[in-house]
């Protein structure tokens, strides 16, 4: 079992609270359940918690200090349902954030992870002779035994 860590910093730990709030007040007056988590948000955090640096001007949101290209994926689905580029990493973090239970998991696969597999190869091939430049994914038929890095909590909401 992965011991859990706090998210501590502040910024990230109010703005998670306040978009939880949001989230629970579309549900309750049924404007969706649906919910994206805004992806500055979540790649900032990733970059923080891991030493990444920002990538300008690259189709990749970090590199390491190794200089692997790194793209950032978070999702409220367990699945990892999303849509990534075509472009070529070295690795993926997926952050998947337990609204209930206010933790984030984080993965890291990587880019051979997703080759030759086939549902990443089946969409690849039909979404390249369509032109598109993205994919959609399940991030999770992709992962092996030993991609879980970390398990974060959000540190509790500060009373006001």
């Known amino acids: 079992m992965t011991n859990i860590k706090h ?16 989230k629970g007040l579309a549900q309750k ?16 955090l990733c970059r923080y918690l891991y ?9 990749f949101d970090a590199i ?18 999303t849509s990534m580029s075509r472009e070529k990493f070295d690795f993926l973090y997926w952050m998947y954030f337990d609204l209930n239970s206010d933790l984030v998991s984080i993965y890291r696969i990587s880019w051979d992870d997703f080759i030759g597999k086939e549902p990443y ?13 993205r994919i959609n994914v399940r991030l999770n038929q992709y992962m092996g035994e030993n991609e879980l890095i ?7 909401k500060e009373s006001n």
């Open 29 to 44: 007056y049924k404007f969706g359940n649906g919910f994206k988590l805004p992806s500055p948000f979540t790649e900032k």
């Open 150 to 156: 970390d398990i974060y909590k959000f540190n509790q």
């Open 121 to 133: 190869e089946k969409n690849f091939n039909l979404n390249k002779e369509e032109g598109k430049k």
């Open 64 to 81: 390491d200090d190794l200089k692997n290209n790194i793209e950032i994926k978070a999702t409220v689905s367990k699945y990892g349902t």
């Open 7 to 22: 998210i501590k910093k502040q910024d990230f730990c109010e703005f998670y609270w306040k978009l939880k709030e949001l």
């Open 51 to 59: 030493g990444l640096s920002e990538k300008k001007g690259s189709p």
